[in-house]
């Protein structure tokens, strides 16, 4: 059921919004290149793709106060003739995984030979896993990211087609705790109690220091309001929803995250 909000709800609605549009708008000029440099080719491989990725990534990553610690392609298996199994994914300097803080822009070091021991299958991980299904981009987590933060991070990634075939994900990872320190003020000015989530329900903030990040929300009805939010991930933005027990669903755009307003008849 619709219900109507408080304005300025939907203003701190939309300032979310506007604080992860410009990473969406960066991330499909991104996508629109790398499908560009794939059909000049005729057989598209690593040794070419790398170079470009780090010509698109590098400036973003290390723009000052950017929000985005990592960021890259990800090659479908197989497709990449010289390169079966392929991250092309560089870090920041503020990107403290497996080097520390301050170490500059460098490449993840990821194994890529399945045999190893240390491989893992980063098509069963939601960030690909998702995209690949439905083609259309996908915002992960709050998780932690144990193949490049080991932090808790929300990724972003929408896929790269070419020849009408999936070629990869490109995307980007954000520290949560930098999305925090840039959406909390924000999420406070709601003057309720007031929790940011994603599709699934998970906290990525909260006015309420018991919420914790990356924690599911358990709030009776809060999956049935976000259901819109998953369908039309990509999209245009699902209405306010009441929730029972007189609180408010809010989506924040087409981000997929929402805010969850509690005690509205108080």
């Given at each position: 059921m619709t219900v109507t909000v408080d304005v300025s709800a939907l203003q701190i609605a939309a300032r979310?919004?506007?604080?992860?549009?410009?990473?969406?708008?960066?991330?499909?000029?991104?996508?629109?290149?790398?499908?560009?440099?794939?059909l000049a080719v005729a057989t598209p491989s690593a040794?070419?793709?790398?170079?470009?990725?780090?010509?698109?990534?590098?400036?973003?990553?290390?723009?000052?106060?950017?929000?985005?610690?990592?960021?890259?392609f990800v090659a479908a298996p197989g497709y990449l003739a010289d390169a079966p199994w392929h991250l092309a994914w560089w870090l920041s300097g503020a990107n403290t995984f497996?080097?520390?803080?301050?170490?500059?822009?460098?490449?993840?070091?990821?194994?890529?030979?399945?045999?190893?021991?240390?491989?893992?299958?980063?098509?069963?991980?939601?960030?690909?896993?998702?995209?690949?299904?439905?083609?259309?981009?996908?915002?992960?987590?709050?998780?932690v990211d144990y193949l490049c933060t080991d932090d808790y991070t929300v990724t972003i990634t929408t896929p790269v087609r070419a020849a009408g075939e999936m070629a990869g994900v490109v995307g980007t990872d954000l520290y949560v705790a930098s999305l925090e320190r840039e959406l909390l003020p924000?999420?406070?000015?709601?003057?309720?109690?007031?929790?940011?989530?994603?599709?699934?329900?998970?906290?990525?903030?909260?006015?309420?220091?018991?919420?914790?990040?990356?924690?599911?929300?358990?709030?009776?009805?809060?999956?049935?309001?976000?259901?819109?939010?998953?369908?039309?991930?990509?999209?245009?933005?699902?209405?306010?929803?009441?929730?029972p027990g007189g609180g408010a669903l809010v989506p924040c755009g087409d981000t997929s995250l929402a805010l969850v307003l509690e005690n509205l008849r108080d």
């Amino acid at each position: 059921m619709t219900v109507t909000v408080d304005v300025s709800a939907l203003q701190i609605a939309a300032r979310i919004a506007s604080t992860i549009d410009p990473v969406f708008t960066m991330i499909d000029r991104w996508r629109d290149r790398i499908e560009a440099e794939l059909l000049a080719v005729a057989t598209p491989s690593a040794a070419r793709l790398d170079p470009r990725i780090a010509q698109l990534v590098g400036p973003a990553l290390e723009a000052p106060g950017s929000l985005i610690t990592g960021a890259g392609f990800v090659a479908a298996p197989g497709y990449l003739a010289d390169a079966p199994w392929h991250l092309a994914w560089w870090l920041s300097g503020a990107n403290t995984f497996g080097a520390g803080e301050g170490q500059g822009l460098r490449r993840l070091d990821a194994v890529s030979d399945p045999d190893a021991e240390q491989f893992r299958d980063y098509t069963v991980l939601e960030w690909w896993r998702v995209p690949a299904r439905t083609g259309t981009r996908h915002l992960t987590g709050p998780y932690v990211d144990y193949l490049c933060t080991d932090d808790y991070t929300v990724t972003i990634t929408t896929p790269v087609r070419a020849a009408g075939e999936m070629a990869g994900v490109v995307g980007t990872d954000l520290y949560v705790a930098s999305l925090e320190r840039e959406l909390l003020p924000v999420v406070r000015e709601s003057g309720y109690p007031c929790t940011l989530v994603n599709a699934s329900g998970r906290i990525v903030t909260s006015t309420d220091s018991h919420r914790a990040t990356g924690a599911l929300l358990r709030l009776d009805g809060l999956g049935e309001a976000l259901a819109p939010l998953r369908e039309r991930e990509g999209g245009a933005p699902a209405d306010a929803t009441a929730l029972p027990g007189g609180g408010a669903l809010v989506p924040c755009g087409d981000t997929s995250l929402a805010l969850v307003l509690e005690n509205l008849r108080d």
